[in-house]
């Protein structure tokens, strides 16, 4: 039995790498289709397309880590706890940083969904993994769950980008 949890658990977080390589390389293509002329438009797109990759590379990479710490025989603490540190570490950078390159845009002024959005995402992640790491829940689930959470947070970044891309923008001086 302890052999087959152990192979479900890597299957778990495996499909969650997968699904964060799809998504970055979604949200390549809609990059690379939907160029269009400078602009704030563009700019606030290049934006979250940028946020989006930083998270769904990080979550393939988080999502990886205690699969391959695993191979290492090493003690479950460690194979958990090193990999939510450092996405405990890592969360906040992939919050601000977005906000801070928004705010270069001179005329941008995020609504309040996506600011509301931002934080209860960031408070959700951070809280996961400090009740894991403090033992108040299970470290293993409380880290799957929180990269599952990066993940829709990076999925939502992506239906913005598309959505922006798929609108109908007119052409200047229309």
Same mark, same amino acid.
């Given at each position: 039995?302890?052999?087959?949890?152990?192979?479900?658990?890597?299957?778990?977080?495996?499909?969650? =790498?997968? @699904?964060? %390589?799809? &998504? #970055?390389? $979604?949200?390549?293509?809609?990059? +690379?289709?939907?160029?269009? *002329?400078?602009?704030?438009?563009?700019?606030?797109?290049?934006?979250?397309?940028?946020?989006?990759?930083?998270?769904?590379?990080?979550?393939?990479?988080? =999502?990886? @880590?205690? %699969?391959? &710490? #695993?191979? $290492?025989?090493?003690?479950?603490? +460690?194979?958990?706890?090193? *990999?939510?540190?450092?996405?405990?570490?890592?969360?906040?950078?992939?919050?601000?940083?977005?906000?801070?390159?928004?705010?270069?845009?001179?005329?941008?002024?995020?609504?309040?969904?996506?600011?509301?959005?931002?934080?209860?995402?960031?408070? +959700?992640?951070?809280?996961?993994?400090?009740?894991?790491?403090?033992?108040?829940?299970?470290?293993?689930?409380?880290?799957?769950?929180?990269?599952?959470?990066?993940?829709?947070?990076?999925?939502?970044?992506?239906?913005?980008?598309?959505?922006?891309?798929?609108?109908?923008?007119?052409?200047?001086?229309?």
């Amino acid at each position: 039995m302890g052999n087959r949890s152990r192979v479900l658990d890597a299957d778990y977080f495996l499909t969650i =790498a997968e @699904l964060a %390589v799809a &998504l #970055a390389g $979604f949200g390549s293509l809609a990059a +690379l289709i939907g160029r269009r *002329p400078g602009g704030e438009s563009a700019a606030v797109d290049a934006n979250r397309l940028r946020a989006m990759l930083e998270r769904s590379l990080s979550a393939m990479i988080l =999502a990886v @880590l205690p %699969v391959s &710490l #695993a191979r $290492f025989e090493l003690s479950p603490h +460690l194979v958990w706890g090193a *990999p939510a540190v450092l996405f405990a570490i890592a969360e906040p950078y992939l919050h601000v940083a977005p906000v801070r390159r928004m705010r270069r845009i001179p005329s941008y002024q995020p609504g309040l969904a996506y600011r509301l959005s931002g934080w209860v995402g960031l408070v +959700l992640i951070l809280g996961l993994l400090f009740a894991g790491l403090v033992g108040l829940i299970p470290l293993q689930p409380a880290f799957g769950l929180a990269l599952v959470i990066e993940l829709l947070v990076a999925a939502t970044m992506f239906l913005r980008v598309a959505s922006s891309l798929m609108a109908m923008h007119e052409p200047p001086g229309a």
